[in-house]
């Protein structure tokens, strides 16, 4: 484990798991930049949330934590966490390290589901980081795949970036496999409900893991999309994501991105 992982790690037990406002300033920045909408920005207000996550015995596990310069992707659920909208939760948070401390925070939260069209969880699936020596590779792919598919300037390529005799698919409402993920897009396209991506903002690799971190529209409405791809010799073998609405008033002028 780097040592940005380590101090993000240690920041997010002392803010989720032992709720103690030294340790937070141990390891968050006096000028914490904060992007959840529903968060003013600043290292007070998470540290008056500590009360409140307390008292409900709010509790958190990371499935899965890459990181790419100064910044640490992790892949979570939460429990008992109503004070972040669901009793039980999903999320995918962005952390930015500097001087050795947690300064700035992105993520994008969803509530779990129990019961998946595809069968799979949200957070199941392959965690180990490996192929390091593939990670420019692999964020180019993905770069690559987000412009000509999801942004839709060169759909008829989908073969050319997708597994299709494995992928393992962890969108709730996706069915599993290549085959499912087609049925799915002809499905919303005759609803007139397709996802929309209209901009990427980051992509973040760590080996055999890529992130893409986007802005579009779905159900008519603004939406923050994360979705973690992971890659086998140069095709995209499976996926997970949170899609979470952007509201119109937030917490701070930071806006999500």
Do not use: C, P, W
């Given at each position: 484990m780097n040592e940005q992982k380590k101090i993000v790690t240690n920041g997010m037990k002392a803010l989720f798991q032992d709720f103690d406002k030294d340790a937070i300033r141990t390891y968050f920045h006096d000028h914490y930049i904060q992007h959840n909408p529903n968060v003013p920005t600043g290292l007070e207000p998470i540290i008056g949330m500590l009360p409140s996550m307390k008292d409900v015995n709010f509790s958190f596990t990371t499935h899965r934590m890459i990181s790419d310069g100064d910044l640490v992707l992790t892949h979570n659920t939460g429990n008992n966490a109503m004070v972040f909208g669901s009793e039980k939760i999903v999320t995918f948070d962005l952390w930015r390290v500097e001087d050795g401390k947690i300064i700035e925070h992105w993520d994008a939260i969803t509530p779990l589901?129990?019961?998946?069209?595809?069968?799979?969880?949200?957070?199941?699936?392959?965690?180990?980081?490996?192929?390091?020596?593939?990670?420019?590779?692999?964020?180019?792919?993905?770069?690559?795949?987000?412009?000509?598919?999801?942004?839709?300037?060169?759909?008829?390529?989908?073969?050319?970036?997708i597994n299709q005799e494995e992928y393992a698919q962890h969108n709730p409402n996706i069915w599993d496999g290549f085959d499912g993920l087609i049925k799915t897009i002809e499905q919303l396209v005759s609803q007139d409900n397709m996802f929309v991506y209209n901009k990427i903002h980051r992509i973040i690799g760590e080996g055999n893991f890529v992130l893409a971190q986007s802005e579009g529209a779905w159900n008519g409405k603004p939406q923050v999309f994360y979705d973690l791809f992971r890659i086998e010799s140069g095709k995209l073998v499976e996926h997970w994501d949170v899609i979470q609405e952007i509201p119109e008033k937030m917490a701070h002028n930071n806006t999500m991105f």
């Open positions: 589901v129990e019961k998946t069209v595809n069968g799979r969880t949200q957070i199941d699936g392959a965690s180990e980081v490996k192929d390091l020596d593939k990670t420019s590779e692999n964020k180019e792919l993905i770069k690559s795949f987000m412009s000509d598919i999801l942004m839709g300037k060169n759909s008829q390529k989908i073969t050319e970036y």
